[in-house]
């Protein structure tokens, strides 16, 4: 086992991880932050986006024992209590959530595209979140998602925090 310190959401967490675990492991298992889900754990999904020192990455990809001293937020950083984010509040609205496993990742991945660029273009929307998969909602409500989330957070600042 290895000792880390790490970051997460604002608040320094320290605990031991194996030397083969995954970021995703820590934060679900040792950390109790089960909202980046465990789809594929090879980096094809994008269910457990997070962002590590503000760079959107799979946790299932990254070796716990590689962040030591670094920062990590996850989607459970975006609401106030029951008060959802824009951006989670848009994929509420436009329908864009059904079974929701897709979801946190999604919104994490909008927050890295709204904040590098807040008017995204409907190829840019594409194409940031091209490595997060849904299969049940068909993208066409969650494209929508992002475009409500960024009309709302243009008109009102971009909330990152
Ligand atoms: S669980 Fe990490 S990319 Fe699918
Ligand atoms: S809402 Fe079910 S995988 Fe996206």
Redesign the pocket.
């Given at each position: 086992m290895t000792r880390i310190t790490v970051t997460v959401n604002g608040a320094r967490e320290e605990t031991a991880v194996e030397a083969h675990e995954?970021l995703?492991t820590t934060l679900r298992e040792r950390l109790g932050l089960p909202g980046?889900?465990?789809?594929?754990?090879?980096?094809?999904?994008?269910?457990?986006?997070v962002l590590l020192d503000d760079v959107l990455v799979?946790?299932?990809?990254v070796l716990a024992a590689s962040v030591d001293g670094r920062e990590v937020r996850t989607v459970e950083s975006l609401a106030d209590g029951s008060a959802l984010d824009p951006v989670q509040r848009a994929f509420v609205e436009t329908g864009a959530v059904q079974c929701g496993f897709c979801t946190p990742?999604l919104v994490v991945a909008t927050h890295a595209l709204l904040r590098e660029n807040p008017e995204p273009s409907l190829a840019e929307i594409r194409e940031a979140l091209s490595?997060n998969?849904c299969r049940c909602t068909g993208y066409g409500q969650i494209v929508e998602a992002v475009q409500r989330a960024a009309k709302t957070m243009y008109l009102h600042g971009l909330d990152d925090e």
């Open positions: 995954s995703l980046s889900k465990n789809a594929c754990e090879q980096g094809e999904c994008g269910s457990c986006s799979c946790a299932c990809l990742g490595g998969l």
